[in-house]
């Protein structure tokens, strides 16, 4: 199973990137997707997860701002991040987890998101 992350950079407050994970090694229809961050010295959290039926969920800090989104014909995961902040600087994550066993579940290995105030 490998879960492939992409997408960050080094981008100006107010700006948007979007972030991709590309699924290999599991039938991505059967598995919730989600977004998670860690910043330096801070525990990883949830950012925006989708389940398999398309309903999302997001973190209060970037409701409105975030767009969690998949394409199963791709197995891939999108986040879309507009009107980005110095706070939402993190390495990102993502996470696949099977719909009806939630314990087999899968973590990517991140990629960088630096927002510049």
């Known amino acids: 199973v490998q879960l492939q992350a992409s997408g960050g950079g080094l981008v100006q407050a107010g700006g948007s990137l979007r972030l991709s994970c590309a699924a290999s090694?599991?039938?991505?229809?059967?598995?919730?997707m989600g977004w998670y961050r860690q910043a330096p010295g801070k525990q990883r959290e949830l950012v925006a997860t989708?389940?398999?039926?398309?309903?999302?969920r997001s973190a209060d800090s970037v409701k409105g701002r975030f767009a969690i989104s998949r394409d199963n014909a791709k197995n891939t995961v999108y986040l879309l991040m507009n009107d980005l902040k110095p706070e939402d600087t993190a390495v990102y994550y993502c996470?696949?987890?099977?719909?009806?066993?939630?314990?087999?579940?899968?973590w990517g290995q991140g990629t960088l998101v630096t927002v510049s105030s």
């Open positions: 989708i389940s398999i039926d398309g309903s999302t």
């Open positions: 996470n696949a987890r099977h719909n009806y066993l939630s314990s087999d579940a899968y």
């Open positions: 090694g599991i039938v991505f229809s059967l598995y919730a």
